[in-house]
């Protein structure tokens, strides 16, 4: 198979083979990492309806905070824990992660009350911090840049992939009540959480932190993919020391401008993922629509299939052309639109088929935006400005929840809330076009020796 590459530029025999080799060997396992991690993540948001708050007693906005915690501990750790992988390696700090939020997701099982589920969740944050931009940057150092947004697809399939089986997959084991004496969303919590922990421990005989450490490259593979990938950091600002790195990372005018994209996108994403399934369990009282356990994991499902299908077209495109800013603009308005409408449809099938446009607007932009920051930062700088991008987003990932659900609370309903989400992924669009307008002009980091490596989204 071809490797498409910009300006219709012919690739090697070498290079194809390389980037075969790696989107066989690396991305899907890193993409399966992904999947147990959402799926983990989230697992909250089926429990939620279906036994978890009416067992604890929970009030919509206890379920928003309790869902939204987990981003503090998450953020607090977020560059420490970047930092940490830069220095001992992404095979055995991701390994890490795995085991202890493993370990963590399998306590919610035995979960009594409220102050036990937060503390839980924040506790889940403080295990999960640095997996997500770690991973982000491990697979940068494998992948060159013109080969990014195709990688990076293939791992954010993933995401929505989790809905589309995960979510089928939690209503089925909640309809096993009583299995091990446990309560059906306990049994749930349970078989999500043990597949963390033994892929964690697979990661550490799966995983190379360089091409020189695996023997499935050829010496002229190896060869190639490291001086591609010299080539491309010797353009890059960065710094092997985790203090010039941070300094690098948050003196970076372009860094805090993709940090508030993300925001947007982040609390389009988790309003959808904790709430939808409640929103799907009102179905019967808004419309007389009743749905079995199984059911209702069906229809969450639903939006993530074409989401799933729109995010891999989308992200090929973009290679194809050559990454733009519309790439990400226009999701960011189709999702900024499309969620406060969903709720005002006159069927279960109407507003699914909104919120399915809405997911499709997030997945499409999400890997596209992630090829940015690493095409102008490396080294300790990359591992730092990922992991504040990704912590500042996140903030989303706790008010989202918080607000959604205190909301719901305050009007008696989800419609106020959804308007909240899609103002937010509105200002994304209009700060990404900024963005690209201000091109390079206020960034501390900038220099000449870097300008072939900006990528279309921050030039005017």
């Known amino acids: 198979m071809d490797i498409p590459a910009p300006g219709g530029r012919q690739t090697s025999a070498v290079e194809q083979s390389t980037i075969r080799k790696i989107s066989l060997r690396i991305v899907p396992f890193v993409a399966l990492m992904f999947f147990i991690n959402f799926l983990d993540r989230t697992a909250i948001g089926f429990a939620a309806p279906n036994g978890l708050e009416a067992d604890l007693a929970l009030s919509a906005a206890q379920f928003g905070f309790a869902s939204g915690v987990f981003f503090i501990g998450y953020i607090l750790l977020e560059v420490p824990s970047n930092l940490a992988l830069h220095r001992f390696g992404a095979r055995v700090w991701l390994a890490r992660i795995m085991i202890t939020w493993g370990v963590v997701s399998l306590l919610f099982t035995w979960v009594q009350n409220y102050p036990q589920l937060v503390g839980l969740r924040f506790l889940l ?5 640095g997996f997500f931009p770690g991973a982000i940057l491990f697979l940068s150092m494998w992948v060159p840049a013109r080969h990014r947004g195709k990688m990076l697809a293939l791992f954010y399939l993933a995401q929505p992939l989790t809905n589309v089986i995960g979510s089928p997959l939690a209503g089925w084991l909640m309809t096993h009540d009583a299995a091990l004496g446990l309560e059906g969303w306990r049994f749930m919590f349970l078989c999500v959480s043990v597949p963390a922990i033994v892929v964690g421990v ?7 932190d ?5 023997s499935w490259l050829t010496a002229e593979e190896k060869t190639w993919l490291e001086t591609e990938l010299a080539a491309e950091n010797a353009g890059k600002a960065g710094s092997d020391h985790a203090k010039g790195g941070l300094k690098i990372a948050f003196g970076s005018g372009r860094v805090w401008m993709l940090a508030f994209v993300y925001f947007g996108f982040i609390y389009g994403l988790y309003a959808l993922s904790f709430f939808l399934p409640t929103i799907i369990d009102g179905f019967q009282e808004q419309f007389g629509t009743t749905f079995d356990l199984f059911e209702k994991g069906l229809v969450t499902a639903i ?17 194809r052309r050559g990454l733009r800013t519309w790439h990400i603009v226009i999701p960011a308005v189709a999702g900024g639109v499309s969620i406060p409408v969903a709720l005002f449809m006159g069927s279960p099938a109407a507003t699914i088929a909104v919120v399915a446009v809405t997911a499709c607007a997030i997945f ?5 935006f992630w090829t940015v920051p690493t095409r102008f930062l490396t080294g300790a700088a990359a591992a730092a400005g990922v992991a504040l991008i990704n912590t500042l987003g996140n903030l989303a990932g706790f008010a989202a929840p918080y607000v959604t659900g205190a909301v719901s609370d305050w009007t008696g309903g989800y419609q106020a809330p959804m ?5 937010f992924m509105l200002l994304s669009a209009v700060l990404m076009a900024v963005l ?25």
């Open 364 to 368: 499409a932009a999400l890997p596209n």
């Open 419 to 423: 308007f909240i989400v899609g103002f």
């Open 125 to 129: 944050g403080v295990a999960e911090a």
């Open 210 to 214: 360089k091409p020189s450490q695996v």
């Open 436 to 460: 690209a307008r201000r091109g390079r002009a206020d960034d501390p980091t900038a220099g000449p020796a870097q300008e072939e490596h900006v990528p279309a989204e921050v030039r005017a």
């Open 303 to 319: 939006p993530y299939v074409p989401a799933a299908i729109v995010l891999w077209f989308w992200s090929r495109d973009a290679s």
């Open 202 to 208: 697979l990661t550490l005989f799966v995983l190379k």
